[in-house]
């Protein structure tokens, strides 16, 4: 059997009196596209935070591969192959967009000029931001911004793309544009784990959904069938996420 590309074992994490991870367990094959929903205050930025190297956990493992992470920085980690996005897109606004895939070429994944600006150029052609490769950042809708922040993290070359709400904020249509390119990403084979509130996106694009609450995972399977999980609905208090679905698609 392959080594998941992404294993976390009994991972804990409490701020105070509130837990963001209880002796959580998980696992992503590689390749694989897994959805993360869940409450506000779940612990699901958090998790991120832990498998990126920003948040030390209190207690368990991190593996990327076979090989424990836990203790490795976030640059050492982006290294290693985990790229990510955040919720509020953190572009350097005065870089042109081609500049800003560049830097994370370069700083990410330790590439040099003309591998560096050919990774950037492929990277643009495949979040559809090739045209506006010269545009300032700060002059970018929030649909650009969007792609821009995926683009970003696809700049470092990662094999594990972490995704944390990447289409909140975004009309339908904007929407159903960024879903496209995360299913073209995945098509060619790159690890996905997403965020998202705009749950009906995931559906469109991921085969495995979990729920956190707590800290903890309290549903973990095929996504419409997550969303139709009891204790799911009780978390999003009887109206359930954005899904898209009405009672007997969810059912």
């Not at 003309?114 to 970018?140: C, I």
């Amino acid at each position: 059997m392959a080594e998941p590309l992404l294993r976390l074992e009994s991972l804990s994490k409490s701020f105070g009196q509130v837990t963001v991870a209880k002796d959580l367990a998980l696992s992503l094959d590689p390749g694989e596209a897994l959805g993360i929903v869940g409450p506000n205050g779940a612990g699901k930025t958090s998790l991120f935070a832990m498998i990126s190297g920003d948040l030390r956990p209190d207690a368990g493992t991190v593996w990327l591969d076979g090989r424990d992470v836990t203790g490795v920085p976030p640059h050492a980690r982006t290294r290693a192959g985990i790229g990510r996005t955040y919720q509020v897109p953190r572009p350097f606004t005065h870089l042109s967009v081609f500049e800003n895939v560049l830097v994370c070429a370069h700083q990410g994944a330790g590439l040099h000029g003309k591998q560096a600006w050919s990774q950037a150029m492929d990277v643009l052609e495949r979040t559809g931001l090739a045209d506006l490769a010269n545009t300032a950042a700060g002059r970018l809708t929030l649909l650009q911004r969007k792609r821009l922040e995926v683009a970003r993290a696809l700049g470092t070359g990662p094999r594990l793309l972490l995704l944390d709400e990447v289409a909140g904020g975004l009309t339908e249509p904007e929407v159903a544009e960024l879903v496209e390119v995360i299913r073209r990403l995945h098509a060619e084979g790159l690890g996905i784990v997403w965020i998202e509130h705009v749950v009906h996106a995931l559906v469109k694009t991921v085969a495995r959904m979990i729920c956190l609450a707590g800290g903890d995972v309290v549903a973990d399977g095929e996504p419409v069938a997550v969303l139709a999980d009891a204790k799911v609905r009780e978390l999003y208090l009887g109206a359930g996420p954005e899904t898209g679905l009405t009672d007997e698609e969810g059912s």
